[in-house]
């Protein structure tokens, strides 16, 4: 099973071709290179550091807030 991630594009290094993002409080190191005209403060899908997809804050946020419930246990009938 693959997973992809929602994060937010805190630094962009190297001609867009890398950088840092953030989620949950983790920062860890991606590459950009599979996604055009990334800004800093745009969200991204990361599998395996890669930025693969693109998307807005919107489903970015549901996407980290549905994550946050499976790893803590939470259920969604509250």
Do not use: P, W
């Amino acid at each position: 099973m693959c997973l992809g991630i929602a994060m937010k594009v805190v630094e962009i290094n190297n001609d867009g071709m890398d950088g840092v993002v953030e989620a949950g409080g983790v920062k860890r190191h991606c590459f950009f290179h599979l996604v055009d005209d990334l800004k800093v403060g745009d969200y991204v899908i990361v599998h395996a550091g890669c930025a693969i997809e693109k998307m807005d804050e919107k489903s970015a946020m549901e996407n980290m807030r549905l994550l946050e419930q499976v790893l803590t246990g939470e259920s969604s009938e509250s």
